[in-house]
């Protein structure tokens, strides 16, 4: 009896340490973006998180998220509707904003790796890669992206198009 219980609790500690599938919190997880030309701020929410991410095998996660972009906030509601509108995002004929991995490099040390993956906005589908921090219970992705590349054009002039990527994956 002695030798079952200390095989299960051993079965129950390796389980926990090397197979342990993350949980991502919708809920406390954040996405916010910076048009860099402009400085102007803003988030977009209503968080959606499929797929699987194995702490012990980052390199093998596989998963997809969406924000809704009718809920793009850049603390200027006349901005907001602008922006949400059929010349820039047209969150009424495309929704959601969404990425999907293709590839994670270099997360054998489970700390700072990168990510490629498609990111479609406004129906347009690009490969970007997005630079990883994964902390106590979190994982910490930037990137830089142009809204040019997805045919939304804020500036004339495709550089001043340029936008920095915040998301904050939150996971139990």
């Given at each position: 009896m002695a030798k079952r219980l200390i095989f299960f609790i051993f079965v129950c500690i390796v389980s926990v340490s090397f197979g342990q599938t993350l949980q991502i919190n919708e809920a406390t997880s954040t996405v916010k973006f910076v048009f860099m030309d402009d400085e102007v701020e803003g988030s977009v929410s209503d968080f959606k998180f499929t797929g699987t991410i194995d702490a012990s095998q980052l390199s093998n996660a596989n998963f997809s998220g969406?924000?809704?972009m009718e809920t793009l906030d850049t603390d200027n509601w006349l901005r907001n509707r602008h922006l949400r509108a059929k010349k820039y995002f047209y969150n009424k004929q495309h929704p959601r904003l969404t990425f999907k991995t293709t590839k994670i490099r270099g997360a054998e040390s489970g700390k700072e790796f990168l990510i490629d993956g498609v990111l479609t906005i406004k129906g347009v589908s690009k490969?970007?890669?997005?630079n990883v921090n994964h902390s106590a219970n979190r994982f910490y992705i930037t990137?830089?992206?142009?809204?040019?590349d997805f045919d939304i054009n804020i500036h004339k002039e495709k550089e001043r198009n340029t936008v920095n990527l915040y998301i904050n994956l939150q996971y139990e």
């Open positions: 969406s924000v809704a490969t970007v890669t997005l990137g830089l992206i142009n809204t040019s």
